[in-house]
């Protein structure tokens, strides 16, 4: 079967407005839904991050109440601790897209922190968007297409519709108010429309062969469509 390459953040923490570190990393069920899907469809999964560090999971999403309760968070925390392409990650720098048949990027904050700025993972994502090849990113993963800047400044996805976390949400969860910046108000600015959807409900958008989610509880539907997209 095929590569299916995951992009994550290498970051532990988000920088606040106010210089404070809030600790963070990838969100558990945005990786453990569609490693589980793909894996069951018999594919090979890669992960890569910045420098190749191993990924940090937030500790929140490893909560009873972020995954409908302590059964599922410990199956979750299960699937993560045996996971061994999370402990074996390649470095981000070194990645050949014609590797992989398939991108996906899992969320969390960690990426507002990291991808939002990372040149090498903005030209992987630019490419992919250009290979045709199935790509996805959930939630607040989206935050790295703000590094896919064309030679003209513009923005490679500048036009796609996409869903990612909304204000709402980030309003909800208890941070807008401390945060440097919104997704939401970001990609807008960048020209990306994002289509918003109902606050922690599965939001699925699929934009040829771009495929994004809203927030957590989308990371499963956008996994079950990036599939379809493999055949």
């Known amino acids: 079967m095929s590569k299916i390459l995951f992009v994550m953040t290498g970051a532990d923490h988000w920088t606040l407005a106010d210089g404070t570190q809030h600790p963070t990393g990838y969100w558990a069920e945005e990786a ?93 994502l630019t490419l992919a968007l250009e290979s045709g090849k199935p790509l996805g990113v959930v939630c607040h993963a989206p935050a790295a297409l703000l590094a896919a800047t064309k030679a003209d400044g513009s923005n490679a996805f500048a036009g796609r519709r996409v869903a990612a976390f909304t204000n709402a949400e980030e309003t909800q969860a208890g941070l807008a108010d401390k945060a440097k910046w919104l997704l939401q108000d970001r990609l807008t600015e960048a020209g990306v429309q994002v289509d918003v959807a109902e606050p922690w409900a599965p939001h699925v958008i699929v934009d040829g062969n771009l495929v994004t989610g809203q927030n957590p509880s989308s990371s499963a539907p956008l996994a079950v469509e990036l599939l379809k997209k493999l055949g």
Not at 35 to 50: L, N
Not at 83 to 112: C, K
């Open 32 to 124: 453990v839904a569609p490693y589980e899907a793909f894996k069951a469809a018999g594919h090979e999964i890669v992960v890569a991050t910045p420098g190749g560090v191993v990924p940090t999971v937030d500790k929140g999403s490893l909560a009873a109440e972020a995954n409908g309760g302590q059964e599922n968070a410990d199956r979750i925390a299960g699937v993560l601790a045996s996971a061994a392409e999370l402990q074996q990650p390649v470095r981000l720098e070194d990645v050949n897209l014609d590797d992989y048949a398939a991108v996906f990027y899992p969320g969390g904050h960690g990426p507002m922190e990291d991808l939002a700025v990372d040149a090498d993972s903005g030209r992987l």
